[in-house]
């Protein structure tokens, strides 16, 4: 029962990767690429995390899974926002790219 | 008395990821746990912060998971709405300004942090308590209420972070 | 099949690393490299190895090559003259020395290398085929300067230069999109 | 074939895919962009890695990567900001 549960969270959280990979292709617009990779990988990253946990039932993997997510929760909008912020203050215009 | 507790979550908290790295709960890593969780915060009170640790970090455990258990909920809601972006197509983004009610920096912080993984929006600069945050031309920013009087939902909760 | 897929990844990777012009987009590549690098060490089974790559590569050497970045930079000048043909000894003289010894101490006091190259070929020639950081063209005493913009140094010889001006040259800083060459 | 395995394999071409982005990207902020990116797939495939073999300690490597790895994204992006100095 739980591998059936932890392949289908993994299989969904394939189907966000793979949504956002042509996010990354389809927008002409750097301001919109990094919103949209900003979200999706996020949820992505967490959905296969639970998907795992399923897999390795009540242990000490389980424990260490839960702290890489709780980092990847804290870095992960840190390094988003960097690179925004870097852009923004260049001063790189919002709106389409020629 | 508040403080004593507070030094004593702390170290319990850190014993416990020196244990979850460990693998093993056995005497020796309890004692370590123990001896480095207190050289490590005594250390870092004398020689690294102006304040005292206590007063720098202790937040409200209560609040702490509430924050957790809505920002979850909130990423998964704006990675479906961003599902619907990427197949619509629609790119347009604008940068507003926000000014948050809250004047704590680290609550600010978590709250910059919240807004990057919340629906349409990064946050991009922060001066004092004002943010200027980029989103989507068409979103409806919905939790992080733009131009209204009242806290939003966020702020609520981060507004009871501290002890 | 993953093995292949990131064996072959790395080898891409440090093909345009060393391929690409700009060293700030090579530190990326090589960042990318030690990330792919460390994962396939865990593939082979080495993963003492595989922390050490991801803690060197990542954030030690990074900052290595930032800091050597900023600090050591051989910059290529360019210096044509309009009127090589007709000069008159003391006139030019004074002025060429003196636009080439300012823009050479500004170079000098950044702590970087400056490679001063005199050419008799027409400006257009060189502006077309050759490969420098700065074009020096002087016509009597008008002087231009091309130069990359997204050059960091020459914003801040321009804002030199504007804030000591010189009394007998004009000068003047034309600058131009870089073609999109990795 | 094992599940875990092929997820694997599909996490690889997409790492692949997202390099293409890397090296056509026009702009420096596209390619750190792309630098992130590749940095979260590659702490999944080492945590599917380690589950996959049952070698607990290949995580410590993903702890490692998601503590320092950050810091390589924020210091290129702050020399790019502050124009050549940190």
Known sequence: MNIIISNLLIFVS???????????????????????????????????????????????????????????????????????????LSGYKTGKEN | MKKITGYFSMIFIFTLIWIILNEKAGATQIVTGLILSIFSIFFANYYLLEEEYVDHYSLNIKSVIKYLVYL??????????????????????????????????????????????????????????????????????????????TCSEFEKILGGIRE | MTEKIFLILMVVLAFIALNTQKLRRSVIYLGIFSLVSSFVYLLYGAPDVAIAEAVIGSAISTVLYLVALKKYRVFTIYYTNANYNQIRDGYIIRGRAQILREVESFFVRKEMEPQIIYTTEDYKKVLAEENFDLLIHQDYDQVRLYGNAEDYQLDALEAHMCENPNELLKTEFIKFEAGDKN | MNVLEAVLTVISILTALVLVRVIIGPTIWDRLLGLNMISAKIIMSIIILAVLTERTYLMDVALAYSVLGFIGTILIARFVEKKGEF
């Not at chain 1, 919109?32 to 996020?42: D, F, H």
């Not at chain 1, 424990?63 to 390094?79: D, F």
């Not at chain 2, 629906?119 to 001066?127: A, E, H, M, S």
């Open chain 1, 14 to 88: 394939l189907g966000f990767m793979i949504f956002g990979i042509i996010g990354i292709f389809r927008f002409k617009d750097f301001y919109a690429r990094i919103l949209i990779s900003s979200k999706v990988e996020t949820v992505g990253f967490l959905t296969i995390m639970v998907g795992l946990m399923f897999r390795t039932g009540i242990s000490y993997s389980t424990m260490k899974i839960m702290l890489i997510c709780l980092l990847a929760i804290i870095t992960n909008p840190l390094s988003t926002h960097a690179i925004a912020r870097s852009a923004y």
């Open chain 2, 72 to 149: 979850i909920f909130q990423i998964y809601k704006s990675g479906f709405s961003a599902i619907g972006k990427i197949i619509k197509k629609e790119y347009d983004v604008r940068i507003s300004e926000y000014t948050s009610c809250l004047n704590d920096e680290l609550s600010i912080c978590l709250l910059a942090n919240a807004i990057t993984l919340t629906p349409g929006t990064v946050t991009i600069d922060k001066n004092g308590s004002k943010l200027k945050i980029l989103s989507f031309e068409k979103d409806n920013i919905g939790t992080i209420a733009i131009d209204s009087e």
